[in-house]
């Protein structure tokens, strides 16, 4: 009877466990996806379509080269250089604006 309830105890507090740990991606310092970046500034400064294509076509070009840490800085400057020249006065306004209250990126440490 105590093997029983110990091992209940135990998938309960595991269940428990795994449960909590789920749907905290963003939380845990992993970025959004190239899509939803895209769906949020695309509602914040009203992206047009032709702009939203434009900035999935920049972020599709700078993809790899994100991903590798030592071109990630370089490419990150460079891929908004792009992103900017799409945006008319008042989006790149507002978007300055997104980044300044956005904050620097955080760190994952596991």
Known sequence: MKKLLMILS?????TIGFA???GQGQQRGERPSTEETIKKVTKELSLTDVQVTQWTEIYDKYE?????RSTAREA?????TELEATLTK????KYTEMKKTQGP??????
């Not at 008042?90 to 306004?93: A, M, P, R, S």
């Open 90 to 93: 008042e989006q790149l306004t």
């Open 20 to 22: 909590q740990g789920q």
């Open 64 to 68: 790899g080269s994100m991903k590798d």
């Open 105 to 110: 990126p955080q760190r994952k440490d596991g």
């Open 76 to 80: 990150r400057t460079k891929m908004n």
């Open 10 to 14: 135990f998938v309960c507090l595991s």
